[in-house]
C-alpha cells in the first residue's frame, strides 16, 4: 500500500528482522563440541583482563535481573562458553508447545537450547551482553570492547555458514502448517537449508502480481513501504545532520540513564572511520539531508523477508559497510495472569548506528534524494 509523499529529503529507512519457525520439543538437547568460535572467545578472555572483567560483570548483571534458571541459565563464563557452542551450531525453530504473548511464541528451557524458539534465544544472546557497564547510553560491552565487538560478528558468520548446511533444515517443513506465515512458499521441492528457506522468493502461483498491489504503481509521485513492515517512527535530522533521540529511563542493572542521544546521520550515510566498506558505488554529499527526515520501519518475526526501493528514480550511491551486529534487548517479566515473561529485543531508532548495513541512494526528481538502509538485527546483520 501506499504511504503518504513526504519532504524533499528523506533520510533513511532501516529494516531489520528475525524470522522463526515451528517444531517439536525434544525432552534433551545433546551438547554440542567446543566450537572454534567459542575457542577464539575463551583466548581472546584469558589475555584481556577487561574483556574478561566486563563479560563476568555482563553476565552477573543478568542474574540479578533473572536468576531463573530455566530461562537464564548462563550465571558464569563457562555457562556462557557452552551457550555460544549451542547457538553456532542451533536449527532454528519455533516451538508449537511455546506460549503465544501476543507477538510472538515463548519457550525457553534452560541449557537444553536447542528446545528454545528463535528469537528467544537470540534475543537472550544479546541480553547477556547488553546489560549496562557504565552510565553511559552505550555502556554495554558489545559497544565499549571492539573486540568484543568484533568477534560477535564472528559469531554471526559461524552460525551463518551453519545455517547453509542441510540440518539446519530441520524443521522448515513446519513452516507450512504456520499460519501466521500465511501461504507465502511454495517451493518445488523442500529447502535443503534454512538459508534458502529464510531468503526465499515469494510464492509466484499465489501471489502472481506480489502481496501487496501498489495503487499507482507508474505515478513517479508514489512512494510505497519498502517492506512488509510496520513503522517505528519519524523523527527530524537536524540542521547540522544530527539525529537526536531520548534515551530516557533505568537500565536493568539499575543505573538510571538519562538524557539524549545525538547519532550522526552523516556517517551513517558515509561510514565511520572504523567501519569496512565492502563495496560501492557512486557519491552523496550527506549535508544534503540536514533538516531532512529519518524513519524506521521495522520487520517483525513472521513477516516477509524481503525488501523493496520505495520510490522510483535513478541509483546514484551504493556503500556496503561493515561494522557491528547488535541488538538491544531486556527481561520484560510478566506482571498478570495470563501473561509470560519473555527476552524483548528493543526496537529503537538508534541502534543502528554502527551496524552493518547497505546505503542506497536514489535520486528523484519529486522527493529529492532517498536514502535507504536495509539491514538486519543481531545476527541476521552477519
Not at 542451533?90 to 528451557?109: A, C, E, L, W
Not at 531508532?349 to 547497505?358: H, P, S
Given at each position: 500500500m501506499p504511504i503518504p509523499v513526504l519532504r524533499?529529503?528523506?533520510?533513511?529507512?532501516?529494516?531489520?528482522?528475525?524470522?522463526?519457525?515451528?517444531?517439536?520439543?525434544?525432552?534433551?538437547?545433546?551438547?554440542?563440541?567446543?566450537?572454534?568460535?567459542?575457542e577464539k572467545l575463551i583466548a581472546m578472555v584469558e589475555t584481556d583482563t577487561n574483556l574478561k572483567y566486563d563479560l563476568s560483570q555482563s553476565i552477573a548483571m543478568g542474574q540479578v535481573i533473572n536468576n531463573d534458571p530455566m530461562t537464564n541459565p548462563v550465571a558464569s563464563l563457562d555457562d556462557y562458553y557452552d551457550f555460544i557452542d549451542a547457538l553456532a551450531t542451533?536449527?532454528?525453530?519455533?516451538?508449537?508447545?511455546?506460549?503465544?504473548?501476543?507477538?510472538?511464541?515463548?519457550?525457553?528451557?534452560g541449557a537444553n537450547y536447542c528446545n528454545w524458539n528463535i528469537l528467544d534465544l537470540l534475543a537472550y544472546s544479546y541480553f547477556l551482553v547488553d546489560r549496562q557497564l557504565t552510565t553511559d547510553p552505550r555502556g554495554q560491552i558489545q559497544f565499549e570492547n571492539d573486540a568484543?565487538?568484533?568477534?560477535?560478528?564472528?559469531?554471526?558468520?559461524?552460525?551463518?555458514?551453519y545455517l547453509e548446511t542441510p540440518p539446519s533444515a530441520q524443521?522448515?517443513?513446519?513452516?507450512?502448517?504456520?499460519?501466521?506465515?500465511?501461504?507465502?512458499?511454495?517451493?518445488?521441492?523442500?529447502?535443503?537449508?534454512?538459508?534458502?528457506?529464510?531468503?526465499?522468493?515469494l510464492c509466484r502461483e499465489t501471489f502472481p502480481n506480489g502481496s501487496r498491489p501498489v495503487q499507482g504503481y507508474d505515478d513517479p509521485l508514489t512512494v510505497v513501504s519498502i517492506g512488509d513492515s510496520n513503522s517505528a517512527g519519524w523523527w527530524p535530522i537536524s540542521a547540522d545532520g544530527k539525529l537526536v533521540t531520548t534515551y530516557d529511563g533505568v537500565a536493568q542493572s539499575g543505573r538510571a540513564i538519562k538524557g539524549k542521544l545525538y547519532s550522526d546521520v552523516h556517517e551513517f550515510i558515509t561510514g565511520e572511520e572504523d567501519e569496512t566498506v565492502l563495496a560501492e558505488f557512486g557519491s552523496i554529499d550527506p549535508a544534503r539531508f540536514n533538516n531532512g527526515t529519518w524513519t524506521h520501519q521495522f520487520l517483525n518475526v513472521n513477516n516477509y523477508h524481503r525488501l523493496h526501493v520505495p520510490v522510483a528514480g535513478k541509483l546514484v550511491y551504493m556503500k556496503h559497510i561493515q561494522a557491528g551486529v547488535r541488538m538491544k534487548s531486556g527481561w520484560v517479566r510478566a506482571l498478570g495472569e495470563g501473561e509470560v515473561s519473555y527476552y524483548d529485543p528493543r526496537d529503537t531508532?538508534?541502534?543502528?548506528?554502527?551496524?552493518?548495513?547497505?546505503v542506497i541512494g536514489i535520486e528523484t526528481p519529486d522527493h529529492g534524494i532517498v536514502v535507504i538502509s536495509p539491514m538486519g538485527m543481531a545476527q541476521v546483520s552477519g
Open positions: 524533499k529529503c528523506l533520510s533513511a529507512v532501516c529494516v531489520v528482522g528475525l524470522m522463526i519457525s515451528t517444531g517439536a520439543w525434544a525432552a534433551e538437547c545433546p551438547k554440542p563440541s567446543r566450537q572454534p568460535i567459542t542451533y536449527n532454528p525453530q519455533n516451538m508449537k508447545t511455546g506460549v503465544f504473548n501476543g507477538k510472538i511464541r515463548v519457550s525457553m528451557d568484543f565487538s568484533e568477534w560477535m560478528r564472528s559469531v554471526a558468520e559461524a552460525w551463518g555458514e524443521y522448515v517443513p513446519d513452516f507450512e502448517h504456520d499460519p501466521n506465515f500465511g501461504d507465502w512458499y511454495c517451493p518445488s521441492e523442500p529447502y535443503p537449508t534454512f538459508q534458502l528457506f529464510f531468503t526465499r522468493e531508532a538508534d541502534w543502528q548506528f554502527g551496524q552493518t548495513r547497505m
